[in-house]
């Protein structure tokens, strides 16, 4: 609560979220609102931030099969109803999660792998570890093996 001559704290931000299955804008998938007076378009605040995000519009994508990110596969499994479309929707998803595990397995391999060359130069272990992002256990574990 502000009481007179105490300073107005204004760092809070609310944000409403809409999903807007009936679609009254234009073409934008996201649209961003802001308080603002439309007749001389000044905003007074943009503390409070309404999104209404087009449904109608990822589901569109997914039945054209057009690429969909992470993001909008997401949105888009909120107006499929199908179990069909569902299941296979997830198994897309799934497919992502596996595919970024096995990048950071094999990400994680290429470091070790420099890491071992650098041991093989005689580099000191700190040149390795800022180089690498591996700890000093890790590399102390590549010279024992």
Request: without cysteine; aromatic residues 4%; glycine residues 2%.
């Given at each position: 609560m502000n009481f007179s001559g105490e300073n107005y704290d204004d760092s809070y931000i609310g944000i409403q979220i809409n999903f807007d299955l009936d679609w009254q804008y234009d073409d934008r998938d996201i649209i961003k609102f802001v308080l603002m007076d439309p007749e001389r378009g000044i905003v007074l605040s943009e503390n409070l931030i309404i999104y209404n995000i087009n449904l109608l519009k990822f589901r569109e994508k997914y039945y054209?099969?057009?690429?969909?990110?992470?993001?909008?596969?997401?949105?888009?499994?909120?107006?499929?109803?199908?179990?069909?479309?569902?299941?296979?929707?997830?198994?897309?998803?799934?497919?992502?999660?596996?595919?970024?595990?096995?990048?950071?397995?094999?990400?994680?391999?290429?470091?070790?792998?420099?890491?071992?060359?650098?041991?093989?130069?005689?580099?000191s272990n700190s040149d390795i570890i800022k180089t690498t992002g591996l700890s000093k256990k890790q590399i102390q574990e590549l010279k024992n093996s």
């Open positions: 054209n099969n057009d690429e969909l990110s992470e993001f909008e596969r997401a949105i888009t499994l909120l107006t499929l109803n199908k179990r069909e479309d569902l299941e296979k929707i997830s198994e897309e998803v799934e497919g992502l999660m596996e595919a970024k595990e096995e990048d950071k397995k094999n990400f994680e391999k290429e470091k070790e792998e420099l890491a071992k060359r650098m041991l093989d130069m005689d580099l």
